[in-house]
């Protein structure tokens, strides 16, 4: 089993503790190189309204497993400090614990070593009660541990995209990392798969802690469909630009165009004007555009204002998980490869890109599957999904920055349709 897998249920008890302490240590350490490359002062900037300092986010990561796991299962266990259960609790929980989003900036203390101390404290303390809670307890621990590997995937992501952010907005725009790019790619021309359509089905079968809103699997009637070889490139994007995409009403969604005149948009989200060509702000500072890249930092409503300027149109989510079902989940994801998406290689069976580099946008809501059921018992509230089923759509594959083991062919993320702060892309389809 790879230690990123979920032990299935019926996995014997000594096995279980060992994948979940393999998989907590490496989730958890994954955060700890996140924030390897930041400074004291880097760690406390938040530039987004709904972001999070990244000193928060390790703060808060670290309060989950307190919170959720060892207070309920560890009667022996003494909080770290037990005002941290409220100052790192989760903005909106609804279990009572209340953080206004507006002063988590304003946590100079404790400070960021004593932050690290509190991770270390909790991290030893989890693995203590793997190794000794009793068989009848440990399936309930497990659940929770689960969900909290789920968490911590989540906050690695807004942790990445929310220091992106706080960098683009220092004016001197510094990297996070020294760039590893030898240069820019070549552009490859869109091709496309088709797919006869028919009945197919979609969904987890079978239920995953935190993944309630990927199931109950079901059946759906497609179209004959073709979709994209690769996501929209750079190079494409600059042509709607270019060719006034973004002061021609038409092509826009109501909303959209109301967002897009409120907002000023007139490009993707990153890109500037300076010295007579566009660059892109990226994780390793400012760029020249590169064509062959992947465009990202844009919201629904550009994918969509995109997709009719170029006479196609923004998959649905199932069509996206019918083809995506058998491929294997690879790609240019958080721990495989580089923090920026790449041009593709076009190697092996197209579509190519399906996992990694940007989420792809889908014409879909984010809207509970056929026969869904909100868990009853929640034990750890926000880690599930049920409550955000309103004004979201469904983004799918996983991004640059996305954990490799958060990416699967049922991941059902969801984002506001104005949103442009993660690494969204856009993936073309057509009726076949
Ligand atoms: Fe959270």
Not at 124 to 136: K, T
Not at 269 to 282: I, M, N, P, S
């Given at each position: 089993m790879p230690d990123s897998a979920i032990a299935p249920v019926g996995t014997p008890p000594e096995a279980l503790r060992q994948s979940l302490a393999t998989r907590f240590?490496?989730?958890?350490?994954?955060?700890?190189?996140?924030?390897?490359?930041?400074?004291?002062?880097?760690?406390?900037?938040?530039s987004l309204p709904e972001g999070a300092p990244a000193k928060w986010h390790l703060a808060h990561s670290t309060w989950f497993f307190e919170s959720r796991v060892l207070i309920p299962c560890d009667p022996t266990y003494r909080p770290f400090d037990p005002a941290f259960l409220d100052l790192f609790a989760a903005v909106d929980d609804r279990f009572g614990h209340h953080m206004p989003a507006p002063t988590q900036h304003l946590l100079s203390r404790p400070t960021a070593a004593e932050v690290m101390?509190?991770?270390?404290?909790?991290?030893?303390?989890?693995?203590?009660?793997?190794?000794?809670?009793?068989?009848?307890?440990?399936?309930d621990a497990a659940t929770r541990i689960e969900l909290g590997?789920?968490?911590?995937?989540?906050?690695?992501?807004?942790?990445?995209?929310?220091?992106?952010?706080?960098?683009?907005?220092?004016p001197l725009r510094p990297a996070y990392e020294p760039d590893p790019r030898p240069g820019p790619g070549t552009p490859s021309p869109q091709s496309w798969t088709a797919?006869?359509?028919?009945?197919?089905?979609?969904?987890?079968?079978?239920?995953?802690?935190?993944?309630?809103?990927?199931?109950?699997?079901?059946?759906?009637?497609?179209p004959p469909f073709r979709l994209a070889n690769r996501p929209v490139n750079c190079g494409e994007y600059l042509a709607f630009i270019e060719d006034r995409g973004y002061t021609t009403p038409s092509l826009w969604l109501g909303d959209g165009w109301e967002v897009a005149?409120?907002?000023?948009?007139?490009?993707?989200?990153?890109?500037?004007?300076?010295?007579?060509?566009?660059?892109?702000?990226?994780?390793?500072?400012?760029?020249?555009?590169?064509?062959?890249?992947p465009v990202c930092h844009v919201s629904w409503y550009e994918a969509d204002a995109f997709a009719r300027w170029a006479g196609k149109r923004v998959p649905a989510e199932s069509e996206w998980e019918a083809v995506a079902?058998?491929?294997d989940a690879f790609g240019n994801l958080l721990g495989n490869g580089n923090r920026h998406p790449q041009a593709g290689g076009c190697q092996g069976e197209p579509p190519w890109q399906l996992f990694g580099d940007v989420w792809e946008w889908t014409r879909s809501p984010f809207l509970p599957?056929?026969?869904?059921?909100?868990?009853?018992?929640e034990p750890v509230g926000e880690a599930t999904a049920g409550r955000f089923m309103a004004n979201r759509m469904v983004v799918r594959g996983g991004s640059c920055v996305t954990p490799f083991d958060y990416a699967t062919a049922f991941t059902r993320h969801f984002l506001r349709p104005a949103a442009r702060t993660a690494v969204t892309g856009i993936r073309l389809a057509e009726d076949g």
């Open positions: 240590r490496k989730a958890r350490g994954r955060t700890a190189e996140l924030v390897a490359p930041l400074g004291a002062e880097d760690l406390m900037v938040r101390r509190y991770r270390d404290h909790v991290n030893g303390a989890v693995l203590h009660l793997l190794d000794r809670i009793d068989e009848g307890r440990l399936e590997l789920v968490h911590e995937r989540r906050h690695q992501e807004r942790l990445i995209t929310d220091v992106k952010h706080a960098f683009w907005s220092n797919h006869p359509g028919g009945v197919v089905e979609i969904g987890r079968a079978e239920p995953v802690p935190g993944a309630d809103h990927e199931g109950p699997r079901h059946r759906v009637m497609l005149r409120a907002e000023g948009w007139q490009a993707p989200l990153y890109w500037e004007w300076r010295d007579g060509g566009w660059q892109v702000f990226t994780l390793y500072g400012m760029r020249p555009l590169d064509p062959a890249e079902a058998d491929r599957y056929p026969g869904y059921r909100a868990p009853e018992s």
